[in-house]
């Protein structure tokens, strides 16, 4: 099964520009699917732009009934740069180009729009929404007390194992992202926002601290 190089924020995509490009030749390699480490070249091309996941549906000239949906760090890995419409289609820049901000755009079921900078808050905890004047709760960095530079991580050996892969042994960037992603009990009032928020304000925090570059180090704990 090929990857599926999703995108978070779909709608910030320019859809104009982002359909611009269909019809663009691509040479897919073999790495691009799970577990295959051939170097052989798919003649490909772009069928259509998905607005909702920000994703390029692509079709495989030997594998016409399969299609393909990509991000665009893949579209500008596997250009085909030596087609001869290559340069009828706009440069290709490493990130996807944004759309209008102030244009109402609609996700999931629901319409989002940005507001004018003078109605902007800073997001001080669900506490201070009713003017309680109550402060988040501060996140206190645990030193470090190893013996290296190498933090250490807390998980067992079941569950080191279930992240390889059960042909090479290996285990993938994606697998120990989605593992180091915060995780809450079901009776727990903590929601990940709160969570996320907290930690930024302690980031803010140390980055205000004139003593931060004395030398003294943080261990993270996940």
Known sequence: MPKDYLCSTPWMVDIEWAKSFIGMRLKVTDSYWNNCYG?????????????????????????????????????????????????????????????????????????????EPEDWIQYLGDDLKEGLGKLPRKVVPVPFEGDDDLATVNITDEDLEKLKDKKTGTIRFE?????????????????????????????????????RGSGTRTKRRF
């Open 39 to 115: 170097r052989h070249k798919h003649d490909a091309k772009i069928l259509d732009y998905i607005e909702k996941k920000a994703l390029w549906c692509v079709e495989l000239d030997d594998k016409t009934e399969e299609l393909v949906h990509m991000r665009w760090d893949a579209i500008v890995k596997f250009a085909d740069r030596g087609a001869s419409n290559f340069n009828d289609y706009p440069p290709l820049p490493p990130h996807p180009v944004i759309g209008d901000a102030d244009k109402p755009v609609e996700y999931r079921g629901t319409v989002y729009k940005r507001t």
């Open 175 to 211: 697998k120990v992202f989605h593992w180091c992603l915060a995780r809450f009990p079901k009776d727990s009032t903590t929601t990940e926002k709160d969570w996320q928020a907290t930690r930024q304000d302690h980031y803010e925090q140390f980055l205000r601290d004139p003593d």
